[in-house]
T-cell receptor, first 115, second 113 residues
């Protein structure tokens, strides 16, 4: 069965420091996509970054990078130079080839950036 | 330009009422979704439509009925609202491949009294 695990319900980081949000996934599908979304207190879901299962390089988008370790089935999000506006819930999600109409979300990690 | 829009943004209603939430996307996507986010922030898919055809119907009470008049619109009608239906409902859309990102609407905050 497909599953996403985020083991950190809450995280704190000092402003300007880097932080890693953990995500592990479980699937037997060889083809899948991994996504990270940010949900600030205003409630909208904002797409951050995507990693494909066949991608050779780790994805990067500005201050966001995805540490993809396929053998360990992990897709951790790294946020560099944290800003106060990064305080939000962060969700890891997965889409698999055999049921690509469905995206499975993890329970989320609440990140608080401390000034 | 709004990519995925939902109306209303807030909905407060009494138990037993029937209500609808509308969703529209202008991204040219062929697949649209409804998600429910509960008070613990857990996000779960309810329905998925591809080109107006129902693809996924998770274990959702049949009081919830999605309707897709065309591939740019997916509405959610809820009959006989219950207290447990209080949640945030998100509409999303994407193309129907594993690499494609889902884009979300702003959410509808439903409170059943």
């Amino acid at each position: 069965a497909q599953k996403i695990t985020q083991t950190q319900p809450g995280m704190f980081v000092q402003e300007k420091e880097a932080v890693t949000l953990d995500c592990t996934y479980d699937t037997s599908d060889p083809s899948y996509g991994l996504f990270w979304y940010k949900q600030p207190s205003s409630g909208e879901m904002i797409f951050l970054i995507y990693q494909g299962s066949y991608d050779q390089q780790n994805a990067t988008e500005g201050r966001y990078s995805l540490n993809f370790q396929k053998a360990r089935k992990s897709a951790n999000l790294v946020i560099s130079a944290s800003q106060l506006g990064d305080s939000a819930m962060y969700f890891c999600a997965m889409r698999v080839q055999t049921s690509y109409d469905k995206v499975i979300f993890g329970p989320g990690t609440s990140l608080s950036v401390i000034p | 330009d709004t990519a995925v829009s939902q109306t209303p943004k807030y909905l407060v209603t009494q138990m037993g009422n029937d209500k609808s939430i509308k969703c529209e996307q202008n991204l040219g996507h062929d697949t649209m979704y409804w998600y429910k986010q509960d008070s613990k922030k857990f996000l779960k898919i309810m329905f998925s439509y591809n080109n107006k055809e129902l693809i996924i119907n998770e274990t959702v009470p049949n009081r919830f009925s999605p309707k897709s008049p065309d591939k740019a619109h997916l509405n959610l009608h809820i009959n006989s609202l219950e207290l447990g239906d209080s949640a945030v409902y998100f509409c999303a859309s994407s193309h129907r491949t594993v690499q494609e990102t889902q884009y979300f609407g702003p959410g509808t905050r439903l409170l059943v009294l």
